[in-house]
């Protein structure tokens, strides 16, 4: 059996830390969650969503795969999506990739892992997408840099065709849908500024027909 032992006692010293700092923390959170942020991000341990931005336990609801994707077949992704949106009433869904993605590098490299290369596929797509602009660049760094960035910014696209953010947006719920890129090397995040807001900023083969929203009466 494994000796879990210096887990447990970590497990320990952090809740009593966090008691001591913030008394009743756990019983306020034990009664409700209402985090303003869902984070979709990469399964990279390198990568911890919470510490990254700052925010307590309670406070970024959490969804992670190889190579952050929002894939429309995803059962699981799209759960998430539509609990943090319907339920939740998230305003802020975070697309977070992070550079030095093994997921992105093996994709534009072809490298085969295993059942996950079907997976990655997904990120060939995007490549395929963008293969000029990414072949240009001299170093290898810098293309599988530069389609990580564009990975993150059509998973914000995707996000954006799904039913889930467009129906919010047509209830003028207050959502909006943003791409960051984290930095292994300085615990950065940079902003690709592809944030989406609305049903206008989404090509219009990808909108839904509008809801018959019933009468507020």
């Known amino acids: 059996m494994p000796d879990f032992n210096n887990l447990f006692i970590n497990n ?15 019983k306020q959170l034990s009664e409700q969650q ?18 990254i931005v700052g925010l307590m336990p309670g406070e970024l609801f959490v969804h992670r795969n190889v ?17 943090a949106i319907d ?13 030095g993605c093994g997921g992105v590098k093996a994709a534009l490299l072809n490298q085969r892992v295993g ?15 963008h293969r000029q602009q990414i072949d240009c660049l001299e170093t290898e760094d810098q293309r599988v840099n530069r389609l990580i960035e564009l990975n993150v910014a059509e998973q914000v696209k995707n996000l954006c065709h799904t039913s889930f953010v467009q129906e919010a947006w047509e209830r003028g719920q207050q959502l909006s849908v943003h791409g ?7 615990g ?8 989406h807001s609305s049903l206008e900023q989404i090509d219009r083969i ?11 009466d």
């Open 34 to 51: 209402a985090p303003e942020y869902l984070w979709i991000g990469c399964s990279d341990s390198r990568v911890p969503a919470n510490e």
């Open 115 to 129: 059942f996950v290369d079907n997976w990655l596929r997904n990120v060939k797509d995007v490549y395929a997408l």
């Open 87 to 99: 339920i939740l009433k998230v305003k802020h869904i975070l697309v977070v990739g992070h550079y």
């Open 12 to 26: 320990r010293n952090w809740a009593d830390r966090i008691e001591r700092e913030q008394p009743g923390f756990f």
């Open 67 to 83: 190579a952050n994707l929002v894939v429309h077949s995803d059962m699981n992704c799209l759960s998430v999506l539509q609990y």
């Open 188 to 195: 950065r995040v940079k902003d690709l500024k592809v944030s």
């Open 180 to 186: 960051w890129v984290y930095s292994l090397r300085n």
């Open 206 to 216: 990808y909108a839904l027909d509008p809801l018959e929203l019933p009468d507020s």
